[in-house]
Nanobody, 117 residues
Framework: QVQLVESGGGLVQAGGSLRLSCAAS??????MGWYRQAPGHQRELVAD???????IYVDSVKGRFAISRDNAKNTVYLQMNSLKPEDTAVYYC?????????????WGQGTQVTVSS
């Protein structure tokens, strides 16, 4: 029913930039965001944005990353600037729909971001 298609990952040198995109099918979700998982670490929230436009970021990316969304296109973006090797991880797009039955989570397939020193 729901499909999330990600793009924009790749290899970049430290200090460079990438922009991730995630297009989701279906209705506008209550929240969309980006998570990442690096070897030896659990999956963590990187950035999240509500349908109303409020945002949150993990402390390590504040000032460097910016999340945005286009509700008409049901697409969420993550602009990543001043990338560091520590940002290397698989990045997953996430979409959530909240209802009385609970919160439904949908995930993209993941896209690799590798930052070389």
């Amino acid at each position: 029913q729901v499909q999330l298609v990600e793009s924009g990952g790749g290899l970049v040198q430290a200090g460079g930039s990438l922009r991730l995109s995630c297009a989701a099918s279906g209705s506008t979700f209550n929240a969309m965001g980006w998570y990442r998982q690096a070897p030896g670490h659990q999956r963590e929230l990187v950035a999240d944005i509500s349908s109303g436009g409020s945002t949150i970021y993990v402390d390590s990316v504040k000032g460097r990353f910016a999340i945005s969304r286009d509700n008409a296109k049901n697409t969420v973006y993550l602009q990543m600037n001043s990338l560091k090797p520590e940002d290397t991880a698989v990045y997953y797009c996430n979409a959530r729909w909240r209802s009385a039955a609970g919160t439904a989570n949908y995930w993209g397939q993941g896209t690799q971001v590798t930052v070389s020193s």
